[in-house]
């Protein structure tokens, strides 16, 4: 059973920082890319950031500089490392993974995702 879990989650003020984790079980993360997502309400999910299997990381232009994405490959563990977070970071994080044909290659779409986990609620307010 292949199963992805996020945690870390939680309420912090503005200007804060959280870490998120995400730790995959039933397959290796070696040939997967991992991206974190998140839904704030009434709106679709979108990319934030993604790893691709050979560590090459992307951002969205709204969290770069803020937002770190790493990994520790023993521990088959994904972080999310958000520091000045804003109000609207506001939302529900989730990772994914999928299987992508070049280890350089990272994917943001929602719908191209292949495993996703629960999610975990980040809350950002005074």
């Known amino acids: 059973q292949l199963q992805l879990v996020e945690s870390g989650g939680g309420l912090v003020q503005p200007g804060g920082s959280l870490r998120l984790s995400c730790v995959a079980s039933g397959f290796r993360l070696y040939g997967y890319a991992i991206g974190w997502f998140r839904q704030a309400p009434g709106k679709e999910r979108e990319g934030v950031s993604c790893?691709?299997?050979?560590?090459?990381?992307v951002h969205v232009d709204s969290v770069e500089g803020r937002f770190t994405i790493s990994r520790d490959s023993a521990k088959n563990t994904v972080f999310l490392q958000m520091n000045s977070l804003k109000p609207e970071d506001t939302a529900v994080y989730y990772c994914?993974?999928?299987?992508?044909?070049?280890?350089?290659?990272?994917?943001?779409?929602?719908?191209?995702?292949?495993?996703w986990g629960q999610g975990t609620q980040v809350t950002v307010s005074s």
């Open positions: 790893i691709s299997s050979s560590g090459i990381t």
């Open positions: 994914a993974a999928v299987r992508l044909m070049l280890s350089t290659q990272c994917e943001l779409r929602a719908s191209a995702q292949l495993y």
